[in-house]
């Protein structure tokens, strides 16, 4: 079974402070992506990689970035947080096959006040 | 540009009472459409991948057939475990998915 793992299932931040979520899946995925989902707006692209150390802009990158050091890891970064980034946060990772389901994490709630 | 429409947006149906989720799409050179079941607070599950008009996948009480411009997800005598929110996606040129907003089933018993 495929298993993508996020850091948190729920995190509540200041306006300001810089934050971290984390994504690691074990099954070997070359691509690896994050969304956010808010009411409405459906799951939105952030960022994507095809490969370690590449990274691809998705269709909301403003005021996030990524960075990926290992193939199976791929984490996100608020540098600085504002409350307009209170939303859900999906990882996924898929194969390059092809059979290119994507495979989500659990989800991180994030809140800024 | 891609896009995915689903409808309807909400569906409440009677425990037994079958029914059909529609996937409408607009798409060059479709790789793939793909269905998931997303409950709340969760993350979307997979649940079929459809590459080519004709195709049909089935599991449970639920079966996914694909033509060249939609994709239906038929629910036979659904279940109250069966509420949830599907979403349709499809792949084009890339490994990027395109996600509709997805429609939210209800199965009252």
């Known amino acids: 079974d495929v298993k993508v793992t996020q850091s948190s299932r729920y995190l509540v931040k200041r306006t300001g402070e810089k934050v971290f979520l984390e994504c690691v899946q074990d099954?070997?995925?070359?691509?690896m992506f994050w969304y956010r989902q808010d009411p409405g707006l459906g799951l939105r692209l952030i960022y994507f990689?095809?490969?370690?150390?590449?990274?691809e802009k998705g269709d909301i990158p403003e005021g996030y970035s990524v960075s990926r050091e290992k193939k199976e890891r791929f984490s996100l970064i608020l540098e600085s947080a504002s409350t307009n980034q209170t939303s859900m946060y999906l990882c996924?990772?898929?194969?390059?096959?092809?059979?290119?389901?994507?495979?989500f994490g659990p989800g991180t709630r994030l809140t800024v006040t | 540009e891609d896009q995915v429409t689903q409808s309807p947006e909400a569906l409440r149906l009677q425990e037994g009472e079958s029914s059909s989720l529609n996937c409408s799409y607009t798409?060059?050179?479709?790789?793939?459409l793909f269905w998931y079941r997303q409950d709340p607070g969760k993350g979307p599950e997979f649940l079929f991948t459809?590459?080519?008009a004709g195709e049909e996948k089935e599991k449970e009480r639920l079966k996914a057939t694909l033509t060249k411009k939609e994709s239906f997800l038929h629910i036979t005598a659904p279940k109250p475990e069966d509420s949830a929110t599907y979403l349709c996606?499809?792949?084009?040129?890339?490994?990027?998915?395109?996600f509709g907003k997805g429609t939210k089933l209800s199965v009252i018993p």
């Open positions: 996924a990772s898929s194969t390059s096959g092809q059979s290119y389901e994507q495979y």
């Open positions: 459809l590459y080519s």
């Open positions: 990689s095809y490969d370690v150390k590449m990274k």
């Open positions: 798409v060059s050179g479709l790789r793939g």
């Open positions: 099954m070997d995925h070359e691509n």
């Open positions: 996606a499809v792949g084009a040129g890339s490994y990027q998915l395109t």
